[in-house]
């Protein structure tokens, strides 16, 4: 099984900063990442996929990069409608999720 | 409008069975894999399984494997899934999801709002 551990788990940020979040493969999944927004109560949304493209819709201040073990989701300048988890996916081999980072205000 | 709406799920005993249903509209169901996905409450996301949109070999999750089954009628533009020896930890909030991609089977790309099965004596 292909594990996936993101980092950090909690990350306190203000409106406007430069947010940057990691998550690692035990094993290559070449570019087979996704990443997903979720908000309290709601169902989550596809940010990332392939690991740098961005899904219609979503703001350009979202942007993810890697291959291979390593990838990152990185938000330009975090916005208020930004405070949520995140989650990475990979679906190189079935699918599996990384266990979530809250972006909470600072 | 892409539409997904869960239903079937309820408070259970633990070695029983349920079935959910997900009824899909606003796109072509039979182009696309369905997934599932879980929640357990207060916990990340767990990829369940994903019936490719061909109806071909279908894929689970190790925590699953034996015990669910996944299945669609594109006839109906219906999704399932099948739950069987149902424990305590399958608690959780089950999402289907639609496939971003026509024809893939890998990036749950838009989901309904889940519905809560809780197994429990």
């Known amino acids: 099984d292909i594990q996936m551990t993101q980092s950090p788990s909690t990350l306190s940020a203000s409106v406007g900063d430069r947010v940057t979040i990691t998550c690692r493969a035990s094993?290559?999944?070449?570019?087979?990442l996704a990443w997903y927004q979720q908000k309290p109560g709601k169902a989550p949304k596809l940010l990332i996929y392939?690991?740098?493209s961005l899904e219609s819709g979503v703001p350009s201040r979202f942007s993810g990069s890697g291959s291979g073990t390593e990838f990152t989701l990185t938000i330009s300048s975090l916005q208020p409608d930004d405070f949520a988890t995140y989650y990475c996916q990979q679906y190189n081999s079935q699918g599996t999720f990384g266990q979530g980072t809250k972006v909470e205000i600072k | 409008q892409v539409q997904l709406v869960e239903s079937g799920g309820g408070v259970v005993q633990p070695g029983t069975s349920l079935s959910l249903t997900c009824a899909a509209s606003g796109f072509s169901f039979n182009y696309y894999g369905m997934h599932w996905v879980r929640q357990a409450p207060g916990q990340g996301l767990e990829w369940v399984a994903v019936a490719p949109y061909d109806t071909s070999v279908q894929f689970y999750s190790d925590s699953v494997k034996g015990r669910f089954t996944i299945s669609r009628d594109n006839s109906k533009n219906t999704l399932y899934l099948h739950m069987s020896g149902l424990r305590p930890e399958d608690t959780a909030v089950y999402y289907c999801?639609?496939?971003?991609?026509?024809?893939?089977?890998?990036?749950?790309?838009?989901w309904g709002q889940g519905t809560l099965v809780t197994v429990s004596s």
């Open positions: 392939k690991a740098s």
């Open positions: 999801a639609k496939d971003r991609q026509k024809k893939g089977a890998g990036t749950p790309g838009f």
């Open positions: 094993q290559s999944i070449s570019s087979w």
